[in-house]
């Protein structure tokens, strides 16, 4: 990966090598069982357990975007995710964190009120209008994901010429709008899983090199547990640990800067491996 900042809360933070960022969903529906935390005791155990195996940065989220995952009203997502910001900062008053969250309110929330430091966007600012205006009035690192329609349409919008072109394409408009609105810190996520196909999905691994390269921001790489480990080895979610991590080691030879990843301990172990690798190619 290419070096580069971040301005965290006020201080520009050089990156200079592949970040694992831990997940805790104060959800009770996530894809993935191990990932749930429950109430602010099970947040607070979750969130000292990642920071302990190395965790460079946690994201929070309080929506379940799985498909056919159940609708949650703004409030109930601004309680969880105030637990789980407050379960971080309880733990570490430091390490940076993200709110995963589409809905502009909650990111404005999370980020003055609770302590967050990053807003990651599944829906690339597609389904609230506010959301680029409120990044930027805010001043904080934004993580634009590809997705087209919602959680519950997108597995329907998967025609594409080329997937790695047109997710590029996709991306680039909203990307230039961001810059335009002066934020100055976007990092890229391709969005694995979301209105992909199996194949559509390898074939943007395939190539994610060649999309950093033509959006010129550091990437994020959330495929951690997914289907496309599952479907492709039949085997179940829990079964997909080690898939995850030959994922993550072709993700980091093609240049990922960030790992958004349920397994902190394992794929802190295998970053470490796979930087020493590339500092040494």
């Known amino acids: 990966m290419k070096p580069f900042t971040l301005n965290l809360c006020g201080r520009l933070t050089e990156?200079?090598?592949?970040?694992?960022?831990?997940?805790?969903?104060?959800?009770p529906d996530s894809f993935y069982a191990g990932s749930h935390s429950h109430g602010e005791s099970e947040a607070r155990r979750r969130v000292e357990t990642m920071i302990a195996e190395g965790a460079d940065m946690?994201?929070?989220?309080?929506?379940?975007?799985?498909?056919?995952?159940?609708?949650?009203?703004?409030?109930?997502?601004?309680?969880?995710v105030r637990i789980g910001v407050e379960a971080v900062r309880a733990a570490d008053s430091n390490?940076?964190?993200?709110?995963?969250?589409?809905?502009?309110?909650?990111?404005r929330r999370?980020?003055?009120?609770?302590?967050?430091?990053?807003?990651?966007?599944?829906?690339?600012?597609?389904?609230?209008?506010?959301?680029?205006?409120?990044?930027?009035?805010?001043?904080?690192?934004?993580i634009l994901m590809h997705m087209r329609g919602t959680p519950r349409t997108m597995q329907t919008l998967t025609d594409y010429s080329d997937v790695t072109a047109d997710v590029a394409t996709e991306l680039s408009?909203?990307?230039?709008?961001?810059?335009?609105?002066?934020?100055?810190?976007?990092i890229?996520?391709?969005g694995f899983g979301f209105s992909k196909t199996l194949t559509q999905n390898y074939a943007l691994m395939g190539h994610l090199a060649n999309?950093?390269?033509?959006?010129?921001c550091p990437l994020l790489v959330g495929i951690s547990r997914k289907s496309m480990i599952s479907r492709l080895c039949d085997i179940t979610t829990e079964e997909?640990?080690?898939?995850?991590?030959?994922?993550?080691?072709?993700?980091?030879?093609?240049?990922?800067?960030?790992?958004?990843?349920?397994?902190?301990?394992?794929?802190?172990?295998?970053?470490?491996?796979t930087d020493t690798i590339i500092k040494n190619m």
């Open 211 to 216: 999309l950093g390269d033509m959006l010129g």
């Open 188 to 190: 890229v996520d391709p």
């Open 240 to 273: 997909t640990l080690p898939g995850t991590i030959a994922l993550n080691t072709a993700a980091m030879l093609a240049g990922a800067a960030i790992l958004r990843v349920h397994d902190v301990a394992a794929t802190v172990q295998a970053a470490k491996v």
């Open 15 to 27: 990156i200079t090598r592949t970040q694992v960022m831990g997940i805790l969903n104060v959800t």
């Open 95 to 107: 390490i940076p964190v993200s709110v995963d969250t589409f809905r502009a309110e909650v990111a």
């Open 58 to 80: 946690i994201d929070v989220g309080g929506y379940s975007s799985r498909p056919g995952a159940a609708e949650v009203d703004i409030e109930e997502e601004m309680r969880r």
């Open 173 to 186: 408009r909203p990307l230039e709008r961001l810059r335009r609105m002066g934020v100055a810190d976007i």
């Open 110 to 142: 999370a980020v003055e009120e609770w302590g967050a430091d990053i807003v990651n966007d599944i829906s690339g600012g597609t389904l609230d209008k506010e959301m680029f205006a409120t990044v930027a009035a805010m001043r904080v690192p934004y």
